[in-house]
C-alpha cells in the first residue's frame, strides 16, 4: 500500500504535581516495554523531555513530538494528570489523539503507590469537551501496562485512517451520470473532515488518455498486467488501451495531488466512456485499488472516501459493490440452508461489473461488461475482471453525507459464503446476521445508496471510532442491529 500513511505514535506521559512524578515515569518506561515486548516499535516514540506537570512542560513536550515526526499522540495518565496542561497537549496537536490512564499495580503498594488515573480520567474527558477537542478513548481506557499497549495498538489503525484523511484530495471525473443521483452528495463535509477535492469533467480525462497514446511505458504495462492475469488474460487485444488508461490515470495523480500525499479517484465508466474511450476501465480501477489507490465508478465521490478510509484501516485491498441481488431461493436451500447459520434474508449478492482486484477473486477472466453490451457491441464493453470473490470475512460499511448536507454512516460485519454465484461480474453471495432488518431499517430507511465498501476482514470496531472522529453523530452511525434491538422505525406488531 504506496497511497496510505505511516504512523508515528508519540506517547507524552503526565503527572498532577501533587502525585510523585516517579510513578508516571515508571509507568511510562513500563508501557513502552510492554509495546515493543509486543508489537513493532516504528510505530511508537517514546518522549523523554519530561512528563507533563505544567503549560511550559505541555509546550516542551509539543516541541519534541513534532520534531520527532509524530503525526498522532497517545496522552499516558500515569497518575491523575494535570487536566488543563494534558488537554492543550491534545488541543494544539495537530494529529488524531488518544488518551489512556495507568491502572493500579499491587494492594501492597496503595499509599505512595497510587495514582488515581481512573479517576484523572473523568477530568481529562470533561475538559476535552469543554475545549471541543476531539480524541479517542478506548472503551475501558484505564490498564496494565499490558493493556494499555494492546490499546495503543488498536489505535494505530484508527490514527491511520484519520492521518489518510487529512491528507487526502480526492479527484473526480465528470458528473454523476443520469439515472445515478444516488452517487451524488454535497462535498461540504468533505472539508469538514480535512479533504481536498478536484473535479474535473470527463472531457479533461479523454483529452490526457489521448496524449498517452504511444506513450513508450504501455509495452512494460502490458507485460505487468499480462503477468497478473496468466490464464485468465481473454481479452489481450484490450490490453494496450488499458494500459494507457492507467499510465494516464498514475500520471495525472502525481501531476495533480498537490500538497497532498495521499489520492482516491472517483471515476466515470459510463454511459459515454465505452464509445469514445474504446473500453471500460474496470480491470484498471481494481489494479489501481491493489496500489493503494481506491477508484470508485459512477463518480461516486463518497464511496471512493469509504474505500479509502477501508483501506487504511486494513492496510490492504478494499472494493466498491453493489448490495445488487438477493440470493434465489433454490440456491439458498441447495448451498447454504443447514451448512451456515444464517437465514435466507441475512444473505444477498454483492456485484460490480468487475472492479474488485484479482487478489480478492477465487478465480478470475477478463472479459466484457454484459450489461452495457446489451446496448452496445461487445468490442467497446471489454476490461471488466469477472469472477466469484473469494469466500471470508468482510466488513460492509459506507460513509456518506445526506441531501441536507449531515453525515451518516454504516457498520455491518459478515461473510462471503463459499458459494457459487452462476453469474457474471465480480460478485459474491454475502451473508450479514439480521441483514433483513438492516436492509430496510437503514439502508432504505437512511436513503444510503446502492454502493457500498468492502474490507476484506473485520474492521467494525476501528471504523466505527474512525467516523465518530471524524465527525459523524453517534445517533446517524448504524450498525446491523440483533433482534433483541429493534430499530426506532421497526414495527413492534410486523
Known amino acids: 500500500m504506496n497511497n496510505i500513511p505511516q504512523v508515528k505514535i508519540g506517547i507524552v506521559a503526565v503527572s498532577r504535581d501533587c502525585f510523585p512524578e516517579s510513578l508516571s515515569v515508571d509507568r511510562r518506561k513500563a508501557l513502552i516495554k510492554a509495546y515493543t515486548d509486543k508489537y513493532d516499535a516504528k510505530n511508537i516514540y517514546e518522549c523523554p523531555i519530561c512528563i507533563v506537570e505544567s503549560e511550559i512542560h505541555m509546550v516542551q513536550a509539543l516541541e519534541d513530538v513534532k520534531k520527532a515526526g509524530c503525526n498522532a499522540l497517545v496522552v499516558y495518565l500515569g497518575n491523575f494528570g494535570p487536566e488543563i496542561s494534558e488537554t492543550l497537549l491534545a488541543k494544539h496537536f495537530e494529529g488524531p489523539k488518544m488518551f489512556i490512564a495507568a491502572a493500579e499495580e499491587s494492594q501492597a503498594d496503595l499509599l505512595d503507590g497510587r495514582g488515581d488515573a481512573y479517576c484523572g480520567m473523568l477530568n481529562a474527558s470533561y475538559n476535552l469537551k469543554l475545549r471541543s477537542i476531539r480524541a479517542y478513548i478506548p472503551e475501558y481506557p484505564v490498564g496494565t501496562a499490558e493493556e494499555c499497549a494492546d490499546m495503543i495498538e488498536e489505535f494505530v489503525p484508527i490514527a491511520r485512517a484519520l492521518v489518510g484523511l487529512s491528507e487526502l484530495k480526492i479527484i473526480s471525473f465528470g458528473p454523476r451520470p443520469m439515472n445515478f443521483l444516488a452517487c451524488n452528495a454535497p462535498i461540504q463535509q468533505l472539508y469538514n473532515m480535512g479533504i481536498e477535492i478536484e473535479e474535473n469533467s470527463e472531457l479533461d480525462l479523454f483529452e490526457a488518455f489521448n496524449k ?50 495521499c489520492v482516491a479517484i472517483a471515476g466515470k465508466c459510463w454511459p459515454a466512456f465505452q464509445t469514445q474511450f474504446g473500453f471500460v476501465p474496470c480491470y484498471v480501477n481494481s489494479r489501481l485499488a491493489g496500489m493503494g489507490i481506491p477508484v470508485s465508478c459512477e463518480v461516486d465521490i463518497y464511496g471512493c472516501l469509504s474505500e479509502f ?186
Open 212 to 261: 498517452h497514446e504511444g506513450d513508450p511505458r504501455i509495452p512494460d504495462k502490458i507485460k505487468e498486467m499480462e503477468g497478473e492475469l496468466g490464464c485468465a488474460n481473454k481479452k489481450p487485444e484490450i490490453l494496450p488501451k488499458l494500459a494507457q488508461y492507467e499510465l494516464t490515470l498514475l500520471d495525472w495523480v502525481e501531476e495533480h495531488k498537490g500538497y497532498r500525499k
Open 309 to 494: 478510509i477501508g483501506t487504511c484501516v486494513s492496510n490492504d485491498v478494499v472494493t466498491l459493490l453493489d448490495i445488487n441481488n438477493s440470493v434465489p431461493a433454490d440456491m439458498y436451500k441447495e448451498a447454504i440452508e443447514g451448512k451456515f447459520n444464517y437465514t435466507h434474508k441475512d444473505t444477498f449478492m454483492g456485484f460490480h461489473c468487475g472492479n474488485t482486484n484479482a487478489k480478492k477473486l477465487s478465480s478470475c477472466e477478463m472479459k466484457y461488461q454484459k450489461i452495457m453490451a446489451r446496448n452496445l457491441p461487445i468490442e467497446v464493453t471489454n476490461g471488466t475482471l469477472e469472477g466469484d470473490i473469494a469466500p471470508g470475512d468482510i466488513t460492509f460499511y459506507r460513509i456518506q453525507s445526506t441531501a441536507d448536507n449531515k453525515l451518516r454512516a454504516y457498520i455491518a460485519q459478515g461473510e462471503v459464503l463459499p458459494v457459487a454465484t452462476k453469474s457474471f461480474g465480480g460478485i459474491g453471495v454475502f451473508a450479514i446476521p439480521e441483514m433483513g432488518r438492516f436492509y430496510r431499517h437503514v439502508l432504505i430507511e437512511k436513503n444510503f445508496p446502492h454502493h457500498g465498501a468492502v474490507a476484506f476482514g473485520h474492521f467494525g470496531k476501528a471504523l466505527f471510532e474512525v467516523f465518530k472522529y471524524a465527525g459523524v453523530p453517534v445517533e446517524d452511525l448504524n450498525y446491523n442491529q440483533p433482534k433483541s434491538l429493534p430499530y426506532p422505525t421497526e414495527n413492534p406488531f410486523a
